[in-house]
């Protein structure tokens, strides 16, 4: 399986955009690049998905880097309700045996 | 809120007992998957069910078991449990076989004793 590395934690100052980055240097054509969200005492929350190109929706964007290798997850002015661990996920969709492999995420801190 | 439910929020029970956790998904959604959620471990897939059908298997230990109804809800059997099954399982659902976009339940809190 394919495998993404995140920073363990990260630190935002609330009303400032968040750039959450993760590493995929082993990641195949055919993986699509997820990204989840848990709030404290919460299940997982979808944030956004997207294969190549950048991708917006209304709680987020992903800019995928040209090789694939790489992505961030953009929040554009951080709240106190966007303080979760996010994970950065891949998952080949023509294998759907391999389902969504949740790792250590990154812990966002939004201060007031 | 989801649309996804999970009963019962919380459980407390004792070391050897068996359990059974349930899971109503989406309305409309086919497909559902149980997570385990322990601290050391992170969140674990363990099975996959797509409109009554075994699809996808994960770490699941030989002492949990599950089906999805024709009613496309589903249960998780838990049975001759051990301390270390102490976790929070999750449920999700999503429409197809392998949606991008899963929606999870707020889990069942187990506590064995």
């Known amino acids: 399986d394919a495998k993404t590395t995140q920073p363990n934690s990260m630190e935002s100052n609330e009303e400032e955009p968040v750039h959450l980055p993760c590493n995929h240097s082993t990641i195949s054509g055919t993986d699509y690049i997820h990204w989840y969200r848990q709030l404290p005492s919460q299940g997982p929350e979808y944030v956004i998905h997207?294969?190549?190109s950048n991708v917006n929706n209304r709680m987020a964007s992903l800019a995928i880097a040209e090789d694939r290798k790489s992505s961030t997850l953009i929040l554009h002015r951080a709240t106190l309700r966007d303080a979760a661990v996010y994970y950065c996920i891949l998952r080949d969709v023509r294998n759907y045996g391999q389902n969504f492999v949740f790792g250590p995420g990154t812990r966002l801190s939004v201060l007031p | 809120d989801s649309g996804v439910t999970q009963t019962p929020k919380h459980l407390i029970t004792a070391t050897g007992q068996r359990v059974t956790l349930r899971c109503s998904p989406r309305?409309?959604?086919?497909?559902v998957y149980w997570y385990q959620q322990s601290l050391d471990q992170g969140l674990q897939f363990l099975i996959q069910?797509?409109?009554?059908?075994?699809?996808a298997k994960g770490n699941i230990l030989e002492r949990f078991s599950a089906q999805q109804f024709p009613d496309l809800h589903s249960e998780l059997n838990l049975s001759s449990l051990e301390l270390g099954d102490s976790a929070l399982y999750f449920c999700a659902s999503s429409v197809g076989l392998a949606d991008g976009e899963l929606f999870f339940g707020e889990g069942s809190r187990l506590t064995v004793l």
């Open positions: 309305s409309g959604d086919l497909s």
């Open positions: 069910y797509y409109n009554g059908e075994e699809r």
């Open positions: 997207g294969l190549t």
